[in-house]
């Protein structure tokens, strides 16, 4: 009867590291660009678009020919010389999740695109980028991780196109991976 009880604890407390090193998602707006709207101040539900000054230089939409899941992705045309157009969302986070990492991944197709990944802690805001996507690819899986210090209440995730043509953006999700 011991051993029994014994296996049955070494057995929970396996099953009970085992479930604290899984991955969980954490909830974006629209993370697949699924959602439309009519709102030509917001086209993309959830998002948030900008670019670095001047008049308007890219054009942003839902694109339902290319896409790598769902039945749409993100696009975006630079128009005109500027030095990066970006679209993000600000999340909120749970306390319980402060002193872990969490990653940003998306699907991107083009060269020039750059995740971004903003933590908004009392102690100052840090950014931590992914590095460019160069030459030409497919879509393509790109990563940014961070550990999320004390006091974090807010991130602010995104993407950067640095430079110019299109470039498509898909499948976004924000992860805590510890």
Known sequence: MKTAAALI????TITGSASAAKVS???LANPGFEAQSTDTQNPIPGWRLSQHAGPISYESKLDTR???QGKASFRITCLQDQVYGSISQKVSIAPAVVDRTIELSAGVDKRGWVLMLTVMAPSGNEQVRSEPLLGKHAF?????ATKLPAGTRELDIGALLLGGGSAWLDDVHLRIME
């Not at 604890?9 to 929970?12: I, K, N, R, T, Y």
Request: net charge positive; hydrophobic share 45%.
């Open 9 to 12: 604890f070494a057995l929970c």
């Open 25 to 27: 998602e954490i909830t």
């Open 140 to 144: 393509t899986r790109v990563k940014v």
């Open 66 to 68: 290319v896409h790598t």
